[in-house]
Every structure is written in structure tokens, then in C-alpha cells.
């Protein structure tokens, strides 16, 4: 099994859960807090301790305004891409890679600038290793039959003259 295929599989079970994950989860900024999905999500954010969601700062309204009109419709597109294995995919992977390390490198930064518990990192490392994987996809130079063929018909010319 190929690197390009192995990652293929990864990002194929990753996009959808972010497709789903999105709406459901990053919404939650925009509620009003009497609603008893705002209410649910808030009792959960306050159990697992992550202040970004409850207090909102600027910085990270942005990132979900990011998430949501940007990254998540790149998740739809990079799902179709690497179902139906479209040329373009490794550049929208790429895109989408590169933003969220990006992002991730600030939410990092203010966590450890914060005096917060560390524990809300271990929510956020995944989403980081899958930026990074994403990018990769992104980087790997495609391999494909044709260009083999290409290879051995250029081969072929020179030897004939």
C-alpha cells in the first residue's frame, strides 16, 4: 500500500466527520444561550474546560467564521475529490491543510500564553495532525499510469534516432 493511498483512507473517514462536525459543534457560538442545544453544548464546554468556546474572544469568533464559510464547504469538495479521485483535490487539500495548522498554531499559542489547563490541547492535537496530513496530501506528487506511459514512449523516440 502505497503512502498516497494509506492517506487517501485517513482523509476519506476525516472529512465527512468534519462536514458533521461544523454545523453541529462551531455553531454553538452564534446561539442564544436559552436554547437547550446552546444550553447542552454550554454544560459541555464548561465540563471539558474549553474557554474558547465560553468566552468567545475575538480572534476565535474569526476561526469559526473561517471554519464555517471557508473550510467546511473545502471539506465537502475535498470528500468528492477523494471519493471520485479528481485532479484537483490535492489543491484544495492543500488549502485546507495549510489554514487549519495555521489556525491551530494560534489556538496553541493562546493556550499556552493563557494560565488555562493544558488538557484543553488534547481536544485540539488531532485537528492539528490532520492539517498536517491534509498538507501532505496536498505535497505528494501524483503517480499515475499515464505518466509511465509517457515515460516509456519518450524512451522509445530516443532510441529511434
Same mark, same amino acid.
Given at each position: 500500500m502505497s503512502l498516497e493511498k494509506f492517506i487517501n483512507g485517513i482523509l476519506l473517514i476525516y472529512f465527512p466527520l468534519m462536514v458533521i462536525k461544523a454545523p453541529l459543534l462551531d455553531l454553538y457560538m452564534f446561539l442564544p444561550a436559552t436554547s437547550s442545544y446552546g444550553d447542552l453544548l454550554f454544560h459541555f464546554y464548561t465540563w471539558y474546560g474549553d474557554y474558547l468556546k465560553l468566552e468567545k474572544p475575538h480572534f476565535y469568533v474569526g476561526i469559526v467564521w473561517l471554519? *464555517? *464559510?471557508v473550510k467546511w464547504p473545502l471539506c465537502i469538495a475535498n470528500f468528492y475529490g477523494l471519493f471520485t479521485n479528481k485532479s484537483w483535490v490535492r489543491t484544495t487539500c492543500l488549502?485546507?491543510?495549510v489554514? @487549519? +495548522?495555521t489556525v491551530m498554531v494560534a489556538m496553541f499559542f493562546d493556550m499556552v500564553m493563557s494560565s488555562r489547563p493544558t488538557t484543553l490541547m488534547s481536544l485540539y492535537i488531532?485537528?492539528? +495532525?490532520f492539517g498536517l496530513? @491534509? @498538507?501532505l496530501k496536498g505535497l505528494i506528487p501524483i503517480s499515475s499510469p499515464i505518466d509511465h506511459v509517457r515515460k516509456k514512449t519518450s524512451d522509445g523516440a530516443k532510441k529511434r534516432a
Open positions: 471554519e *464555517l *464559510l488549502i485546507y491543510g489554514s @487549519t +495548522v488531532p485537528f492539528m +495532525v496530513i @491534509t @498538507t
